[in-house]
Each structure stands twice: as structure tokens, then as C-alpha cells.
T-cell receptor, first 111, second 111 residues
Framework: RKEVEQDPGPFNVPEGATVAFNCTYS??????FFWYRQDCRKEPKLLMS???SGNEDGRFTAQLNRASQYISLLIRDSKLSDSATYLC????????????FGQGTTLQVKP | DAGVTQSPTHLIKTRGQQVTLRCSPK?????VSWYQQALGQGPQFIFQ???????QRGNFPDRFSGHQFPNYSSELNVNALLLGDSALYLC??????????FGQGTRLTVV
């Protein structure tokens, strides 16, 4: 079983749609959680950290459920520029900066 | 303030050869981690350096080795290259704990 699991998609949605991505992780001792965005042939870039209380950054909302070991990302009012791969990332139990990535979920927003 | 920089950006090597990739971390960051990203997959952790020592290692063979210098820059060395080593190699820098920032990567092709 992979340590971090994501549905690879692709998710094809029209502009303006709301889309949700989910992710599960296996290590209950994991310390911190992130969503990264990766454009084609580019490096991953931090989109947002994920907290148990839930956090929002503009059109993006992230949620963590530690009991279910489940992380989510909600994108509202999708833009063409949101097309990318979204990587669910968990910091290892030792919280030393080792990141464990999911496979990534590909989003394609169409006009 | 320069972010994480990697060199070279692209590289083609022959099976059996050796390669060295370089990384300069973001200013003020003391920890460097290396990741391998195969096509269609999330990045996989290779190892992490802190205070010039390898602090953690992922599930990669001994052909993969590294070094960190007193100025925190780092090298990744891969010996006896295999076709399967073809990937995007990413360097990430961080403080001892905290979010990681990625360089643009080195795309290695082994022929």
C-alpha cells in the first residue's frame, strides 16, 4: 500500500466549476500536511499547508481529518490557469522535512 | 533573494556512466533533500542532508550518494547509470523543520 494515495484523474471540468480532490495517508504519526501544485515539466510549488481546523486561501480550501487520515482540497470557481497536477504531501513522522508525495491528481479546466 | 538553484537543467548520459547533479539552497536554509520524479509519478525521497551529514535516506540503492558542503550546497551522485534512472531530479531546501522549496530540477536521460 502506498503511504499517500490519490486518484490520478484526470479531472476535466468547465471553467467556473467547483472541484474536490481527496487523499489518504497511512502513517497516523505524520506531522504536517501540504498541497503542492506542479505544472507540466516544472518543479512542485507549495500551494498551501493543511490544518485540522481547515484553512482557506482565496478560492482554495484545504481540510485535514486526522481520525480518518484523510486530506482534501476544494477549488471553487475554477480558472483555466488552475490546470495542473495537484500533489498531496505528508511530512514524515519525524517531521524532519522528509516529504512523502502522492502520485498527483491532474486537473484540466476547459473553457 | 535567489531561490533553490540546480544545475545542469538537462543532461544526457549513457548507461554505466556516472553523473553529478548540483544544488544551491535558498538563502538561510540549512537542510537539503533530493527527490527523484519519474514520469507520471510523484517525487520519491532519495536522501536528506543537514550539517554536512546524511540524516535520512529513502529506498534507493548505494549507487545514489550525496554530499553537503559547509555553505549548505549539495551534490547528488549516481554511479553505474541504468535506463530506469531517467527522471527529473529535484532538490528541496528547508530549515530543519518547515516547508520545503524546490529547485527547477535536473532532467536526466539515460540512453
Amino acid at each position: 500500500r502506498k503511504e499517500v494515495e490519490q486518484d490520478p484523474g484526470p479531472f476535466n471540468v468547465p471553467e467556473g466549476a467547483t472541484v474536490a480532490f481527496n487523499c489518504t495517508y497511512s502513517n497516523s504519526a505524520s506531522q504536517s500536511f501540504f498541497w503542492y501544485r506542479q505544472d507540466c515539466r516544472k518543479e512542485p510549488k507549495l500551494l498551501m499547508s493543511v490544518y485540522s481546523s481547515g484553512n482557506e486561501d482565496g478560492r482554495f480550501t484545504a481540510q485535514l481529518n486526522r481520525a480518518s487520515q484523510y486530506i482534501s482540497l476544494l477549488i471553487r470557481d475554477s480558472k483555466l490557469s488552475d490546470s495542473a497536477t495537484y500533489l498531496c504531501v505528508v511530512n514524515s513522522a519525524s517531521n524532519t522535512g522528509k516529504l512523502i508525495f502522492g502520485q498527483g491528481t491532474t486537473l484540466q479546466v476547459k473553457p | 533573494d535567489a531561490g533553490v538553484t540546480q544545475s545542469p537543467t538537462h543532461l544526457i548520459k549513457t548507461r554505466g556512466q556516472q553523473v553529478t547533479l548540483r544544488c544551491s539552497p535558498k538563502s538561510g536554509h540549512d537542510t537539503v533533500s533530493w527527490y527523484q520524479q519519474a514520469l507520471g509519478q510523484g517525487p520519491q525521497f532519495i536522501f536528506q542532508y543537514y550539517e554536512e551529514e546524511e540524516r535520512q535516506r529513502g529506498n534507493f540503492p548505494d549507487r545514489f550518494s550525496g554530499h553537503q558542503f559547509p555553505n549548505y550546497s549539495s551534490e547528488l551522485n549516481v554511479n553505474a547509470l541504468l535506463l530506469g534512472d531517467s527522471a527529473l531530479y529535484l532538490c528541496a531546501s528547508s530549515l530543519a523543520t518547515g516547508g520545503s522549496f524546490f529547485g527547477q530540477g535536473t532532467r536526466l536521460t539515460v540512453v
